[in-house]
């Protein structure tokens, strides 16, 4: 953990281990979200949202378009900053720090806490430096470390066997699929805790989506994952946890099975059933 | 019906208007290049002016011209690139940056002459210089940088949200994003607008006339010591360039050969900028292709 500005000594009393003790034997919380509100100018996009996301699960985010949920998932890494008119009020609890706080270091809390985005964005460098990208910046630069960063993450993001010849061709050259793959693999080669897809398959083919939903659940065992997505069935096939949006508010959070089966809302049992949004 | 005919009407017009300018260009380079391409010999380029005899060239303006240019461009391109990606990444919107653009627009738009008569006034009286190179090319840089900054601002914006963001969601700070990622995107359209300000450069008199000077020291070529008088590269010295030496020998010349002179050095003067205009586009979509399209 080093991404607070002036990092408080922290020593744990001995009733906190007790209580991470009893967490774990059910499932730990990575991210505690209290009441969350996201406001852009003095339009409020996510309404006083609470919830747990749990660590190596896989978290959907599902709702109408415009909902709050690709806002809810970027204010987790703090990309709404980069929306001057933005502002959050709550808590985003993690490893005990709120990371809504100003003096975050927010640099280091995004290479914690990476991201992928709905269209692939890969840099137009060559697919090897696209993942030495970020690893030079923090000082990275011994070639035979970056070469084996370089064929882990290919492997973790299920791409290496197609690229391995031609790493150092333009990843412009690849297919939209491959190059969000890509996008994955450099962002697991920051060695993140936890993943952010926003829509990371929406903008593929049917056989370049499930690839990447074959690849969520194999990363699930490594990395705590949340993702946002406007597909239902992909909801029910890769998240163990669903939280339904709409109009900002956080409308029913729980496990998948109980969601698409059981729902405890109407609303939500409206919406996946496909009578709106 | 009548709206079919207005729409002809209008179509018409704008390519008649369209017409016009293209015929007004080449009608002028026609114009320029055949009562100055005669006079351009290898002997007119090479061969300093003279003063009262005929037979002069113009070795030292254009290499004057050259010179400036290049000095100018050593100060303007930092600055102008710097003050557009302030402008593009780091200045807030509100009154102050709203502020701050209005003074550069108007920078951009004082009349060059202004321009010279305040360069004469702080680059040349108050430093003590005198007629400088160093002085003109820091007149220049004045209604340089405005362009710069403008042109690098608009090359930062066009550069893809997704690029940004994709660097900043690794953990990368802003200003080794801006280094790495958003600089090499807008690269081909900040160099672009650099070539066109050359042009832009290249061609002026006014600010030059009270910065520069009107005349030039026997230079030798052959001493490279930027401290010497007779130094080409001493920036120190006076130096007429080939707009001023274009306008001077029309107003005051007593060479005989005046409009021969006068229309060899307006070709050389609008080749050049031309080959700037082209080089410009040509250099642009390149690395444009070369960035965009890969290995």
Known sequence: ?277 | MNSRITDRIATGVFYTIAAIMVALLLYLFYFILSNGLPQVTWDFLTSPSSSYQAGGGIRDQLFNSLYILFITMIITVPLGVCGGIYMAEYAKPGKITNFIRTCIEMLASLPSIVVGLFGLLIFVNITGWGYTIIGGALALTIFNIPVMVRVTEDAIRSVPKEQKEASLALGITRWHTIKTVILPYAFPGILTGAILASGRVFGEAAALLYTAGLSTPTLDYGNWNPFAENSPLNIFRPAETLAVHIWSVNTQGLIPDVREVANGASAVLVIAVLVFNLLARWLGSVIHKKLTAGK
């Open chain 1, 1 to 277: 953990m080093n991404y607070t500005a002036d990092k408080p000594t922290e020593t744990k009393t001995e009733d906190e281990m007790a209580a991470s003790n009893t967490r774990a034997s059910k499932k730990e919380v990575v991210l505690d979200v209290k009441d969350l509100s996201i406001f852009y100018g003095n339009n409020e996009a996510v309404k006083r949202a609470n919830m747990g996301i749990e660590k190596n699960a896989v978290t959907a985010l599902i709702g109408p378009s415009g909902c709050g949920k690709s806002t809810f998932i970027r204010s987790i890494n703090r990309m709404n900053d980069l929306i001057p008119s933005s502002r959050a009020e709550g808590e985003i609890i993690y490893d005990g720090i709120n990371i809504l706080r100003n003096d975050i270091n927010v640099v280091a809390l995004r290479s914690e806490i990476g991201m992928v985005f709905q269209k692939p964005n890969p840099f137009p460098k060559s697919i090897y430096n696209n993942i030495t990208h970020a690893l030079k910046y923090n000082g990275q630069k011994n070639k035979k470390v970056l070469d084996e960063i370089v064929e882990e993450s290919l492997r973790k993001a299920a791409l290496w066997d197609e690229v391995k010849d031609r790493l150092h061709q333009s990843a412009l050259s690849l297919s939209g699929g491959q190059q969000q793959r890509l996008c994955i693999a450099r962002t697991l080669a920051m060695e993140p805790q936890i993943l952010l897809l926003d829509e990371p398959a929406s903008a593929l083919d049917p056989v370049s989506n499930s690839k990447i939903e074959e690849l969520i659940l194999q990363l699930k065992e490594d990395y705590s994952i949340v993702i946002v997505t406007h597909n239902m069935s992909q909801a029910s096939r890769v998240s163990d946890k669903t939280a339904f949006f709409l109009n900002g508010d956080v409308v029913e959070y729980d496990d998948t099975k109980k969601i698409f089966t059981n729902p405890s809302e109407t609303k939500t049992e409206e919406y996946i059933s496909g009578r709106f949004g």
